[in-house]
């Protein structure tokens, strides 16, 4: 799956009602897990933790994204 340009993904785990998740930003490696009986806001959760990590990542780079330019 894919949040705002972030590759993430979300898989049961034996626990019942357990997620494990992991995404990478950079070289930056997140994971964890969470606990919902729904895929779904398990993804949310995570989509959430990206949204976090992209806000504390700051403006993105000149070059960073695919030959994007950052305007002055």
């Avoid at 972030?6 to 930056?28: C, H, L, M, N, S």
């Avoid at 729904?38 to 960073?64: F, H, Y």
């Amino acid at each position: 799956m894919i949040h705002r340009g972030v590759p993430y993904g979300v898989a049961p785990t034996v626990e019942p009602d357990v997620w494990q998740w992991q995404f990478q930003i950079g070289d930056d490696v997140k994971a964890g897990k969470t606990r919902t009986r729904l895929a779904a806001m398990a993804a949310r959760r995570v989509q959430s933790r990206i949204d976090a990590a992209l806000r504390l990542a700051g403006p993105r780079r000149v070059g960073e994204d695919n030959n994007s330019v950052d305007v002055p």
